[in-house]
């Protein structure tokens, strides 16, 4: 077994025990770690420049997160049978990770740091996620990388009314709450997972059980670091600064820049002003500094000037925000923008709506498919298959930029990722036959898109005939803080997200909350302010809610016309083979025959049988010729038949899909007949009851004349005398 040299230890719930080492493995990286629960194990390692770039001005830290697919014995699918680029599972852990870490840095630190988490060893019990944070942690806390405190992540789902701390999969599998949470040994971090609808109290004591669990972790790392003899961080340059030119910007534009804030204008006449007061601010300090006509600035001033200025924005926004209560578009802290939803906007998608709250707008549509269509989703340890999948665009235009289109970012998964998941809280069960893919594309963004995502969704899905019992809407929080005032913004704008202290997006119903992401920035958050924060959401969420319901109350009864048809049957195990036929020739037979598509599985020792088309007489034709194919026939009962073929002795008939009789001579008619010329033919149709089965050879007997009346006989002194 691998081993570390230098090791320490702790156990979560139901005494699992997790093992952090180092000493031995990526020695010339900053600082690398291994993590192993049970048979899991992944390697952490973290590298840092000891220089910024020349002109950095922004921190460049970069977290991948991979799955080796050796680590479960396995090779990868892809043509070139190594792994690809990083699949969608990979980026979501990822971006946990990330969104967790950065925080961690100081402001002033801009070199290059780049930390990769790879599953070297996977336990298909074992959850590798909701220990990736804490490999990743640990190798920032062995390393003389200057991070500021030491984190941890966990998993919390709740399971039969239990909260348990990073469950086995197999357990996950029965949980209606799943959370990851970050945090320090102080403060929480960061927040994501999804629940089937569950209260706002129900997640508040989730994030203490998880913080509970975190500190455990963090002095296992603190553990860890002291065992290698880590006895501090290392010294880095930080950028220079001018406290003269500060005061200049401060002077000249902090009432300038006021004056805008207020002005509750839309984003672009905002952008415009603000970049107006730039030009002035730079012009107003050629003066200061007796720059001569037609010379230019010194570029290290325009450079501080550019960065002072784009605080003091920051700033005065907040400080107008609290003390003022007032926000850039004029709303009140609790108030949405203006809302308006159409839905069956577009003719042939089979469920479209158009979203728009405010300047962010989303137009979803869904596509009903068959099983067929079902996405693949592989990681090491498991693959599965999706019958729900939502995509996300982004373009360029949403926002009015230029930028080359490429394929979707991490950002556009993330959010995809988060309106799937609140979704799929409220998509029908097992027996659905459909695979359903969500589409929103952004045609316009100032302020949580995704949340606009899951309210066009929960139209669109309504619209498409799709059986979600409740709409689901969801509403961006920010929360602004400072020398104990605080202030909670409902339905934040784009300007308004970078400059909280939490930004955190709620999705639910009106029963409860089915998704949840939350970014904390500022320490010392107490639970009564989240509490508070989480009980504004609510009733964003409402409003969103009651105008949603007003736009569809409830589903359509039915699927679009031109949507595909739909039959699923359950069959016994022992008619599959007979529904598939010799080579698939009787399936192939069925949908060429009726224009449908037949998907048949074996599930829970039964089969599945799902007949899809966009005919609705070519499903109910394939639908009664599967019936026919595994109904079992029952002597006494009456069945339409086809001649197949006539012999001298009688008529062999097609009764059942596949099924074939003899109807006898003698049980044609009750008259005594020589022969069947001038009776049947091959094609007709006659009604014929089953009267028995041959014991031998299992074959069936079928009668003609046993539906017909027998004729009355008469007396016998009216028949003629004999002859003689």
Same mark, same amino acid.
């Given at each position: 077994?691998?081993?570390?040299?230098?090791?320490?230890?702790?156990?979560?719930?139901?005494?699992?025990?997790?093992?952090?080492?180092?000493?031995?493995?990526?020695?010339?990286?900053?600082?690398?770690?291994?993590?192993?629960?049970?048979?899991?194990?992944?390697?952490?390692?973290?590298?840092?420049?000891?220089?910024?770039?020349?002109?950095?001005?922004?921190?460049?830290?970069?977290?991948?997160?991979?799955?080796?697919?050796?680590?479960?014995?396995?090779?990868?699918?892809?043509?070139?049978?190594?792994?690809?680029?990083?699949?969608?599972?990979?980026?979501?852990?990822?971006?946990?990770?990330?969104?967790?870490?950065?925080?961690?840095?100081?402001?002033?630190?801009?070199?290059?740091?780049?930390?990769?988490?790879?599953?070297?060893?996977?336990?298909?019990?074992?959850?590798?996620?909701?220990?990736?944070?804490?490999?990743?942690s640990a190798a920032l806390a062995v390393s003389d990388v200057p991070i500021q405190e030491i984190i941890s992540?966990?998993?919390?789902?709740?399971?039969?009314?239990?909260?348990?701390?990073?469950?086995?999969?197999?357990?996950?599998?029965?949980?209606?709450?799943?959370?990851?949470?970050?945090?320090?040994?102080?403060?929480?971090?960061?927040?994501?997972?999804?629940?089937?609808?569950?209260?706002?109290?129900?997640?508040?004591?989730?994030?203490?059980?998880?913080?509970?669990?975190?500190?455990?972790?963090?002095?296992?790392? *603190?553990?860890?670091?002291?065992?290698?003899?880590?006895?501090? @961080?290392? =010294? +880095? $340059?930080?950028? !220079? #600064?001018? %406290?003269?030119?500060?005061?200049?910007?401060?002077?000249?534009?902090?009432?300038?820049?006021?004056?805008?804030?207020?002005?509750?204008?839309?984003?672009?006449?905002?952008?415009?002003?603000? *970049?107006?007061?730039?030009?002035?601010?730079?012009?107003?300090? @050629?003066? =200061? +500094? $007796?720059?001569? !006509? #037609?010379? %230019?600035?010194?570029?290290?001033?325009?450079?501080?000037?550019?960065?002072?200025?784009?605080?003091?924005?920051?700033?005065?926004?907040?400080?107008?925000?609290?003390?003022?209560?007032?926000?850039?578009?004029?709303?009140?802290?609790?108030?949405?923008?203006?809302?308006?939803?159409?839905?069956?906007?577009?003719?042939?998608?089979?469920?479209?709506?158009?979203?728009?709250?405010?300047?962010?707008?989303?137009?979803?549509?869904?596509?009903?498919?068959?099983?067929?269509?079902?996405?693949?989703?592989?990681?090491?340890?498991?693959?599965?298959?999706?019958?729900?999948?939502?995509?996300?665009?982004?373009?360029?235009?949403?926002?009015?930029?230029?930028?080359?289109?490429?394929?979707?970012?991490?950002?556009?998964?993330?959010?995809?990722?988060?309106?799937?998941?609140?979704?799929?809280?409220?998509?029908?069960?097992?027996?659905?036959?459909?695979?359903?893919?969500?589409?929103?594309?952004?045609?316009?963004?100032?302020?949580?898109?995704?949340?606009?995502?899951?309210?066009?969704?929960?139209?669109?899905?309504?619209?498409?005939?799709?059986?979600?019992?409740?709409?689901?809407?969801?509403?961006?929080?920010?929360?602004?803080?400072?020398?104990?005032?605080?202030?909670?913004?409902?339905?934040?704008?784009?300007?308004?997200?970078?400059?909280?202290?939490?930004?955190?997006?709620?999705?639910?119903?009106?029963?409860?909350?089915?998704?949840?992401?939350?970014?904390?920035?500022?320490?010392?958050?107490?639970?009564?302010?989240?509490?508070?924060?989480?009980?504004?959401?609510?009733?964003?969420?409402?409003?969103?809610?009651?105008?949603?319901?007003?736009?569809?109350?409830?589903?359509?009864?039915?699927?679009?016309?031109?949507?595909?048809?739909?039959?699923?049957?359950?069959?016994?195990?022992?008619?599959?083979?007979?529904?598939?036929?010799?080579?698939?020739?009787?399936?192939?037979?069925?949908?060429?025959?009726?224009?449908?598509?037949?998907?048949?599985?074996?599930?829970?020792?039964?089969?599945?049988?799902?007949?899809?088309?966009?005919?609705?007489?070519?499903?109910?034709?394939?639908?009664?010729?599967?019936?026919?194919?595994?109904?079992?026939?029952?002597?006494?009962?009456?069945?339409?038949?086809?001649?197949?073929?006539?012999?001298?002795?009688?008529?062999?008939?097609?009764?059942?899909?596949?099924?074939?009789?003899?109807?006898?001579?003698?049980?044609?008619?009750?008259?005594?007949?020589?022969?069947?010329?001038?009776?049947?033919?091959?094609?007709?149709?006659?009604?014929?009851?089953?009267?028995?089965?041959?014991?031998?050879?299992?074959?069936?007997?079928?009668?003609?004349?046993?539906?017909?009346?027998?004729?009355?006989?008469?007396?016998?002194?009216?028949?003629?005398?004999?002859?003689?």
């Amino acid at each position: 077994m691998l081993n570390q040299p230098i090791q320490s230890k702790f156990t979560i719930s139901d005494g699992k025990e997790v093992i952090l080492g180092t000493g031995r493995l990526a020695r010339q990286a900053d600082g690398a770690v291994t993590v192993r629960q049970g048979n899991c194990v992944i390697l952490a390692t973290v590298v840092a420049n000891k220089e910024p770039k020349e002109g950095q001005s922004f921190f460049p830290l970069s977290v991948d997160y991979q799955e080796k697919f050796a680590s479960a014995g396995r090779i990868p699918g892809s043509f070139f049978k190594r792994e690809a680029r990083l699949n969608d599972y990979e980026i979501l852990t990822s971006r946990l990770i990330d969104r967790a870490l950065r925080p961690l840095f100081p402001e002033d630190y801009f070199c290059e740091v780049q930390v990769l988490v790879t599953l070297i060893s996977s336990d298909p019990e074992v959850m590798p996620d909701a220990l990736a944070c804490l490999a990743a942690s640990a190798a920032l806390a062995v390393s003389d990388v200057p991070i500021q405190e030491i984190i941890s992540e966990v998993r919390v789902a709740r399971i039969d009314g239990e909260f348990v701390v990073n469950p086995f999969r197999s357990e996950l599998a029965k949980a209606d709450m799943d959370f990851i949470i970050a945090a320090t040994d102080k403060n929480i971090m960061m927040v994501e997972g999804e629940a089937k609808e569950c209260a706002e109290e129900d997640l508040v004591k989730a994030i203490e059980i998880a913080h509970d669990a975190i500190r455990i972790q963090v002095k296992a790392q *603190e553990e860890l670091r002291n065992n290698k003899g880590v006895t501090g @961080k290392r =010294e +880095y $340059n930080k950028p !220079e #600064g001018n %406290e003269e030119v500060k005061e200049k910007v401060n002077a000249f534009a902090s009432t300038k820049v006021y004056e805008v804030a207020k002005g509750a204008l839309s984003k672009h006449e905002r952008s415009e002003k603000f *970049e107006a007061i730039q030009d002035e601010l730079l012009e107003h300090l @050629k003066k =200061e +500094y $007796n720059v001569a !006509e #037609g010379e %230019e600035l010194d570029t290290a001033i325009v450079k501080h000037a550019k960065n002072y200025y784009h605080d003091l924005q920051y700033y005065v926004v907040r400080d107008m925000i609290l003390n003022d209560r007032v926000r850039l578009d004029g709303r009140k802290l609790d108030e949405v923008r203006p809302l308006n939803m159409e839905v069956d906007i577009l003719p042939s998608p089979h469920g479209a709506a158009l979203f728009t709250r405010g300047e962010t707008q989303s137009l979803t549509t869904v596509t009903l498919g068959t099983p067929l269509d079902s996405l693949l989703i592989e990681s090491a340890a498991v693959s599965d298959y999706s019958k729900f999948i939502l995509h996300y665009n982004f373009p360029p235009f949403s926002t009015g930029e230029v930028k080359m289109m490429r394929g979707p970012g991490r950002r556009e998964v993330g959010h995809g990722n988060l309106a799937m998941r609140s979704l799929k809280q409220m998509m029908p069960g097992g027996d659905f036959p459909y695979t359903v893919r969500v589409v929103s594309d952004i045609l316009e963004s100032n302020g949580s898109s995704s949340m606009a995502t899951v309210c066009a969704g929960s139209l669109a899905l309504m619209d498409a005939g799709v059986s979600i019992p409740k709409h689901v809407s969801g509403v961006a929080m920010g929360l602004i803080t400072k020398e104990g005032k605080f202030a909670v913004l409902t339905d934040i704008l784009g300007d308004e997200d970078h400059l909280g202290d939490m930004d955190f997006k709620v999705t639910g119903t009106r029963d409860g909350i089915c998704g949840v992401q939350m970014d904390i920035k500022v320490d010392g958050l107490s639970m009564d302010v989240m509490r508070q924060a989480l009980d504004q959401a609510k009733q964003g969420r409402m409003f969103i809610l009651d105008a949603m319901y007003d736009t569809i109350p409830e589903a359509r009864s039915d699927v679009k016309p031109h949507a595909p048809r739909m039959v699923k049957l359950f069959i016994d195990k022992e008619f599959i083979g007979a529904v598939i036929g010799p080579g698939g020739k009787v399936i192939q037979e069925i949908q060429r025959e009726t224009g449908t598509t037949i998907n048949l599985e074996e599930i829970n020792n039964r089969g599945e049988v799902s007949i899809f088309g966009t005919n609705k007489e070519g499903v109910d034709k394939a639908t009664a010729w599967v019936k026919g194919i595994v109904a079992v026939p029952t002597v006494g009962d009456t069945y339409e038949a086809t001649v197949k073929s006539i012999m001298p002795f009688g008529a062999f008939v097609e009764f059942l899909p596949g099924k074939q009789g003899l109807v006898h001579i003698s049980e044609v008619s009750w008259k005594r007949l020589e022969t069947l010329d001038g009776i049947l033919k091959e094609g007709d149709q006659i009604k014929v009851k089953l009267i028995g089965t041959d014991p031998k050879s299992g074959k069936f007997k079928l009668s003609r004349k046993a539906l017909i009346p027998k004729p009355e006989q008469k007396p016998r002194e009216q028949q003629a005398p004999p002859q003689e």
